[in-house]
């Protein structure tokens, strides 16, 4: 090994000795101060050994010598302070003995204009990098304060007057010093802080790649979300077609099946013939509610499910359905107690659907009730400042109660509860009747426990309505002929269903109207030009031309704006009313056709008058005398409970069946009784079946419109 390769080696011994070791040697800051430390030390070595012969005499060398020996304890203290790990002690007196040998210095000189003032400028910036600006600022008001004092006494007093050193010599040697001890901190500082932004620089930059991330990210969601988005709609949008299909399928035979019975019933049909045109109506009439419970499930899912609102009254409505339910609950032993507010009360809802809730759960609360009672409550509470009342229906009932585990399904589509299993149903009346209450906007809520009832609670708000906003429109149901004294009207049926359009034509006919029909729509617009129809029915779903197009151009024909058009379909949708009448109709009807509802349908925008076979219904009864409790109780014990069962059952086909029979037997009976299961008056049958031969007060027969 040659003595150059020595020397870098032995530098670096050297370095490796002298570095700072301890539990400090991993904090920048205290290496770098134990490095500027041990730099002013060795620093002042150097100057005292090459200035020491410069001093004249050996007194002077060991005045000087003395001074550096008590000056550099202060670095040595520091130093030792630093390996021990007292990083803030070790500051502490670094600056207090730099304060000491500026103050020293300035003192001894007798000048404050001397270089060593400089160190008051750089012992608050050492103090502000090694323990922060409250000690910077307390170093900063000592130094200021120290310059003030020495300032004011400015007395040159020279302990070394025989110092051989040059100002300019001396002041170079003070800036070395000054340099040393700002230019750490400064560069430290000044390192830091481009760390500091460098680290900034890298986490703005890791920032923007997590943004640019994210962006990808939401894009690749959005675009996921977009694809899902679509799929959901067009789902809805094919279960909206499937279901508007279905009902119009359904419905369009269903229409003709309950048209032709109708007709051929009210035209000279035998006793026995009217029985089974009986069966074939109620059976279809029980077939609709059918496929309109399924619909009603599927609309509410599909988010096409609307309400119908109008005046009625609300006693009538709680009226017509206890008188429904009665016979059941009176069968099993059950009382039916009704608690309402005993003043009339006229809303603005949607009576039918509000009647189909009630009649659900009064249903469910008899079927599943052997002993006791079932209970009807309803409570009005209006609001003060608005228009609406807050109706409270509670339901309840005496029974076998519901399980809390059932609670929580007992709404769910197609599930039934343990006990319910037992009884006849598909599983959808609950569902729907939540469904419909939420519709209206309120709510719906079971307590029950096994062994003690349930009580069903449901709560709606509506607008409150006045007697004569209720509709209370004659019964239509059987007309004869137009009055006399009118014009001739003539109506145009515009269906492509052969069927269909058999049934309202005939019905026209046998009324009174001259009818003309249209396979389409293209051939309506010509018999419009050439016939001048006052009405005009219109099925929506045609081919060639649909009905909402022919309407359009009706519209634009000369005397088109004139014209009654009303709307004929066999959707389901009551949303679509809305969507219909935007498009120019006066009015919208959905099959199966009723003769109520076409009747004062034309009346309202024709003025018609009609004349109602009311006399005819009259003398049928009155033929074969009033319903009487003593005539009922005159048949066999046999027939007797056949009818009383028919009737506890709600069931139409059991009904005339037996009714049939009765007429065999006593045909004028046998007449009473099917013009009122005609009118669906089963309450009034049962009433006199049950008094056991106590009479009864002739009953009185009572439609209502649209039922």
């Known amino acids: 090994m040659n003595e150059r390769s020595l020397v870098p080696q032995s530098v670096r011994s050297v370095m490796h000795a002298l570095r700072l070791r301890g539990p400090l040697a991993a904090d920048p800051t205290a290496r770098i101060l134990h490095a500027l430390v041990l730099a002013l030390t060795i620093w002042s070595a150097i100057w005292t050994v090459a200035t020491l012969p410069l001093y004249p005499n050996l007194v002077a060398r060991l005045v000087r010598l003395r001074f550096v020996i008590v000056a550099d304890l202060v670095p040595v203290i520091t130093l030792i302070l630093l390996r021990l790990g007292h990083f803030r002690q070790a500051a502490y007196v670094y600056l207090t003995g730099q304060w000491v040998h500026a103050t020293y210095n300035i003192a001894v000189n007798g000048s404050i204009q001397i270089t060593s003032t400089a160190f008051y400028i750089t012992l608050p910036i050492l103090a502000t990098w090694l323990l922060g600006f409250r000690e910077a600022f307390w170093t900063a008001g000592v130094c200021l304060g120290s310059g003030l004092i020495l300032a004011l006494r400015q007395g040159p007093v020279s302990v070394l007057p025989n110092a051989p050193l040059r100002p300019p ?85 269903l229409n003709a099946i309950l048209g032709f019975s109708n007709l051929l019933r009210e035209r000279g049909a035998s006793e026995q013939q ?225 069927e269909n359009s058999m049934v309202l034509e005939r ?105 109602v076979a009311e006399a005819t219904a009259k003398s049928d009864c009155e033929g074969a005398g009033e319903l009487m409790a003593e005539d009922l109780s005159a048949l066999s014990a046999e027939l007797r409970k056949e009818l009383r069962d028919a009737l506890i059952m709600l069931n139409p086909v059991q009904i005339s069946s037996t009714i049939g029979r009765i007429s065999a037997e006593n045909r004028a009976l046998g007449a009473i009784l099917a013009r009122y299961a005609d009118r669906y008056a089963y309450s009034k049958i049962f009433d006199a079946i049950m008094t056991e031969g106590e009479a009864k007060a002739p009953v009185q027969i009572r439609v209502d419109v649209g039922h």
Request: aromatic residues 6%.
């Open 507 to 611: 019905l026209l006919q046998n009324a009174g109207f001259r009818v003309r029909v249209a396979r389409n729509g293209a051939q309506a617009i010509n018999d419009f030009r050439e016939w001048r129809p006052q009405f005009i029915w219109m099925d929506l779903r045609m081919p060639v031309m649909d009905g909402i197009e022919a309407t359009r151009r009706i519209r634009a024909c000369e005397g088109g704006r004139e014209v009654k058009i009303a709307a004929v379909t066999a959707s389901g949708y009551v949303g679509k009313r809305r969507e219909v009448l935007a498009e120019g109709f006066d009015d919208y009807i959905r099959k199966p056709y009723r003769p109520t509802e076409i009747f004062e349908c034309m009346g309202r925008h024709l003025g018609v008058r009609y004349l």
């Open 169 to 253: 010599l001396l002041i170079w040697a003070n800036l070395v010093q000054l340099t040393l001890t700002a230019a750490a901190p400064v560069a430290h500082i000044l390192q830091t802080l481009k760390e500091t932004l460098a680290q900034s620089r890298n986490a703005q930059q890791e920032l923007q790649q997590y943004k640019e991330d994210l962006e990808q990210v939401v894009a690749q969601r959005t675009s996921e979300l977009v694809v899902a988005r679509d799929q959901a709609l067009a789902a809805s949008r094919a279960k909206s077609a499937f279901l508007a299909n279905m009902s119009h399928e359904l419905r369009t035979p």
């Open 274 to 498: 009217r029985r089974d045109l009986d069966i074939i109506n109620r059976s279809g009439e029980h077939l609709l509610g059918l496929i309109n419970d399924v619909l009603d499930v599927a609309k509410v899912e599909a988010g096409r499910s609307e309400l119908e609102s109008a005046s009625c009254d609300l006693e009538e409505l709680i009226k017509d359905v206890t008188d429904m339910i009665r016979p059941r609950a009176f069968q099993k032993g059950l009382e039916l107690r009704v608690d309402r507010p005993q003043v009339p009360l006229f809303v603005r809802t949607d009576a039918s659907r509000l009647r189909q809730v009630l009649i659900n759960l009064l249903n469910n609360a008899v079927k599943f009730t052997d002993r006791g009672l079932v209970i009807l409550r309803l409570s009005a509470t209006p609001a003060v400042d608005t228009g609406e009342v807050l109706l409270t229906f509670e339901i309840e009932d005496t029974g076998e109660g519901i399980a809390a585990g059932d609670q929580d399904v007992i709404f769910d589509a197609f599930v039934q509860t343990s006990a319910a299993k037992r009884q006849e149903g598909a599983g959808l009346g609950l569902t729907i009747s939540r469904q419909i209450i939420e519709l209206m906007g309120g709510t719906i809520q079971v307590e029950s426990a096994p062994g003690q009832g349930s009580c069903f609670r449901m709560e709606i708000k509506v607008e409150r309505a006045q007697e004569s906003e209720v509709n209370r429109s004659a019964n239509l149901q059987r007309v004869a002929a137009l009055a006399e004294g009118q014009p001739e009207y003539r109506v145009l049926i515009v269906e492509d269903q052969q």
